[in-house]
């Protein structure tokens, strides 16, 4: 997952405001919580000394309706299907111990992740520990993730 400071660093830094923020940082930070898009950052699309640091955001940004409610994000074209954030995911230990929580594929559909047609998916994912009133910033799956397939918005 790309950081605000690898963002901030692709734009033009000129705080033209034309993205409807106050400055270029801010609009960074939206960038990544995706509540604005690259195309918004009008100097980038329109100018053609920032072409480079369009096509680059454009590929370290994913778009917002790949998004689950949680904010959760699996990049497909990343997951090598390995099952490590199936098996780390605290919820679907406790809701399938005998399958996800023992290694191995998981046994019932309660569980959040799992790994379909060699890509894992998620369900349920009003279960997750990251969802509801009684939230917890719980990185599982994003921790034991080899190839960054995994991130939360």
């Not at 995706?34 to 480079?52: M, Q, T």
């Not at 096509?55 to 994000?73: N, Q």
């Not at 490590?84 to 046994?107: I, L």
Request: hydrophobic share 40%; proline share 5%; with cysteine.
């Amino acid at each position: 997952m790309a950081s605000v400071m690898e963002i901030y660093q692709l734009l033009p830094k000129t705080n033209c405001k034309e993205c409807g923020k106050s400055t270029c940082m801010a609009f960074a930070v939206d960038l990544l919580s995706r509540k604005l898009k690259v195309e918004d950052c009008l100097p980038l699309v329109r100018e053609g000394k920032y072409k480079a640091s369009y096509e680059k955001l454009s590929g370290m940004v994913t778009p917002v309706g790949d998004v689950t409610e949680t904010g959760l994000i699996v990049h497909a074209d990343k997951c090598i299907g390995c099952g490590n954030c199936v098996v780390a995911c605290p919820v679907n230990v406790a809701a399938d111990p005998m399958g996800a929580g023992s290694g191995k594929a998981p046994t019932c559909d309660r569980v959040i992740l799992k790994v379909e047609d060699g890509v894992v998916k998620a369900a349920n994912v009003q279960e997750c520990r990251r969802f509801g009133e009684n939230k917890i910033l719980c990185v599982a799956c994003i921790d034991t993730c080899p190839t960054k397939a995994i991130e939360f918005v």
